[in-house]
């Protein structure tokens, strides 16, 4: 039997954080176990045509105002630090149909999203005991109540621009809780090119010992005094203190009778608190498909274009004649069923992010949210996905000028000859949900749920020796890189505090 | 001596909204005692050239997803309620130099002042007892603190687009409490077509009995049991409850032992909490100016164009080459005096509303806040006024798509020969920070002030007789017309549940 005085389930960035803490404070012995066979968790960094490279985790620096892990890079010689750009320019949006919807003077869809997440907001402040909708609901219940002060057109194309909200959260509108909704953002955010070079930094501060890849964690048993982590290899390391960091998705398995890939058997088992919290909590899965073109034909002007899901041309003569809310909502649910056949790609509103603009790389990171995520990434056919989105595809190159078809080269046996038709070189897409060690992306919220409980159940023991840190652990920069960060160095310093 | 109920002083909104409760309630007695000659108060429609109408005073709903006056409107008959237009589309910027800076991509300046308010209001929030800075010194505290992360045009033009929030409080961001600073918008702004219908409406509600305009009221006597109001033409009433809606200005009044227009002797003297918290509040000073043409010839396409005050070209580099704030706020500060000689109208934010794209009248209403509303409502003189803003006005018509110089017909004797040319034909200016029984706006904060002071100290006394209304009365409106309303409803409910 090793014995350690700690140990780290996970190197993600709230894992490595953690040891490089204890590591500065003095700790001598601590293991970091880690199931894939590379560091930074959801934080993943790779390399596509001519060695393009994106991120296909995290991949932006949210909060810059507050983020903790920005202004510790911002304090670095710049040679040392994650280079970034702000992105945050606003959006072009286009629909299908109408073409560009953004920043009209007659429309104001971006002052009346604000309206409407603010609407929601008051729902819940005016009476605390409202019961939750979903976002689809309260986006129908906004329409209602407000239609003698909307347009047509307002009423057509705000639910699609509301949508967007879905490329936030990682889920769809009708899984989303509306109480949940509102992303308070706390300065700009900035693209960061390339997460992994923060990964190795972090790591580069610890010891190589520490590090174990490729080891799964089968049990951890508290016996009151020490933690006995045992891993696939039938090793048990002794240690003072454990901090499991895996994914709340993979955390859940614990609670669950069946094996599973990645389940950890907690002895004894979580306590009900975490078990309740569990309850009312869920999991998105923010995916990404990156679309790599030989060369740059459109507009450079805008980092972002929203692509909106398809709107219905008589939806304000139905939200107009509704005399009843609820039946509107059961109505308009049913008519906006997903599907997922060919050329249904407008059934979801998708984010463009333009690289070329800041980085000069002539492709685009294009995000989904979940159920698209699931279905895009069981495809597995980089021909069917092209396919899949071909539509909105060439109606984005349209929008930002650039008419002509796009030439599909994935074999890279094309000889150029007009300059200006786009040649799509290749496509990398995520895999976070067919992943065993994330099954999605991160923490999000259906109607009900309470993301502090898991937060509070998870971290109010001040005397368990079974710690736990993460994106879903802590309450300011829940879901982000940097609360993942902060909740690593939080526990490193509860241990070397307890142990000092 | 004359009994009454019930006597009101002040017919403005908060004065007639209490009568008419009050009416509705049952009162058969009450006296609204009004100083002006006419109802309304701060809610001023006047007439200008061709019979066009505009609103000197207030002239939004503000919050429209609370705002309870906006929405009893609502629920009125179309031909009974005042019209209004959500003229809240995105604004147009321009700088004298640089021409147009809205929605830049690269300079995104509506992005950074969203994030400076942000920074603004985490200043206070990680430090609860950080002191109060003034604006400038906050917005220049910013530009310190993150020039790493602005560019030059940026640092340059932020200040500028920071001050429009002036404009929203009336005094200028030397003045301005940083603590006080954000607005939270609940819902969209809608321009108000005009407020004397609403005005009107409310007072037809009361029995025409009840009304004395050109009546001052000298002093309110409380022995306990029945309150004295005494009025210049000598009478005395006497009643149970008095309401006390006149602008927190005037009341301020009672609390100095000179003698003032509009004061009132209270008698027993205000109490020590109400005297301490006008130690915490002050007063702004919006200001209006109408320049009505003769006939449009500029784009009707954006609702509200603001013209910056004049940048420094060198203010990047005096940022990037500080060393210590303080001195670097001194400096600035020191180089950005008002001037207020002929055609330092760049020296000040303003905002032009367009009333053409609305209503088809080709005039702009042109907001200012002080000092520079006290400097243009003391020239009194249409012809210096026009000159003073000419510079600005031909900018914003070229701005606007109509490069012709504009001509100057007061006197309505041109023969209009050249279509394309601007003819202005009249202006209108406020004058309220001349007029004895405003001297202003509305409520504003200092630095160091706390609304919410004055705000309990004129309504905790819940035996008092003498009850306070108005705009300066109350957090959720507070300073807008339905803050004043909701606080007119308040008082009369709480003595008509008194007297039940």
Redesign the interface.
């Known amino acids: 039997m090793i014995e350690n005085q700690v140990v780290i389930i996970g190197a993600g960035i709230a894992g490595l954080k953690a040891a490089s803490e204890l590591y500065k404070r003095g700790f001598k012995s601590c293991t970091i176990l880690e199931a894939r066979d590379r560091i930074g968790g959801r934080l993943h960094t790779v390399t596509g045509y001519q060695n393009r490279r994106y991120d296909l985790g995290a991949s932006w620096h949210h909060d810059?105002?507050?983020n903790g892990l920005f202004l510790e890079e911002?304090n670095l010689p710049e040679d040392q630090r994650a280079s970034f750009v702000?992105d945050?320019?606003?959006m072009v949006v286009f629909d299908a149909e109408k073409g560009r919807v953004d920043?009209d003077?007659?429309m104001?869809l971006?002052?009346?999203l604000?309206?409407l997440v603010?609407?929601s907001q008051?729902h819940f402040f005016e009476d605390l005991s409202a019961q939750d909708l979903n976002y689809f609901q309260m986006v129908v219940k906004y329409l209602y109540e407000r239609r003698?002060?909307l347009t047509n057109d307002q009423i057509r194309f705000l639910p699609q621009v509301a949508r967007f909200m879905e490329l936030w959260h990682g889920i769809d509108w009708k899984s989303q809780s509306s109480k949940c909704l509102e992303i308070a953002?706390?300065?700009?955010n900035a693209l960061v090119l390339n997460y992994d070079k923060i990964v190795r930094r972090i790591a580069s501060e610890i010891p190589e010992s520490w590090l174990q890849l490729s080891t799964e964690v089968k049990e951890v048993r508290n016996d009151g005094k020490n933690v006995l982590v045992t891993i696939d290899k039938g090793e048990t390391i002794s240690c003072k203190y454990v901090i499991v960091t895996v994914p709340q998705s993979i955390l859940a398995h614990s609670l669950q009778p069946e094996p599973r890939v990645g389940k950890i058997e907690f002895i004894p088992p979580l306590n009900v608190n975490i078990q309740d919290a569990f309850k009312k909590t869920h999991y998105g899965a923010l995916g990404k498909v990156v679309f790599e073109f030989d060369d740059c034909c459109w507009s450079t002007?805008?980092?972002r274009i929203l692509s909106l899901g398809k709107s219905s041309s008589n939806l304000s003569q139905r939200v107009r004649e509704a005399r009843d809310l609820s039946l509107l909502v059961e109505e308009l649910d049913a008519n906006t069923k997903y599907q997922f056949e060919r050329g249904d790609s407008w059934n979801f509103p998708l984010l463009f992010v333009n690289m070329v603009k800041h980085t000069g790389i002539p492709s685009f990171v294009m995000l989904m949210a979940n159920p698209l995520t699931k279905y895009i990434e069981s495809m597995n056919d980089k021909g069917k996905i092209f396919e899949f989105f071909t539509p909105v595809l060439e109606n984005l190159l349209k929008t930002l000028g650039c008419a002509e078809p796009i030439v599909k080269d994935f074999e890279n046996k094309l000889v150029k000859s007009n300059k200006k038709a786009p040649i799509l070189k290749n496509i990398v897409t995520t895999n976070w949900t067919r992943d065993d060690y994330a099954l999605g992306a991160y923490s999000a919220c259906e109607p009900g749920d309470d993301p502090m409980d898991l937060v509070l159940a998870l971290t109010e023991n001040q005397t368990s020796l079974v710690r736990f840190a993460g994106e879903h652990t802590i309450m300011d920069g829940a879901g982000c890189v940097y609360g993942a960060w902060q909740s690593g160095k939080r526990e490193a310093d509860f241990i070397a505090d307890k142990l000092a």
């Open positions: 810059t105002l507050v911002l702000f945050d320019d606003s920043q003077p007659e104001v971006e002052i009346l604000e309206e603010k609407y008051l003698g002060l953002h706390q300065g700009r002007e805008r980092s």
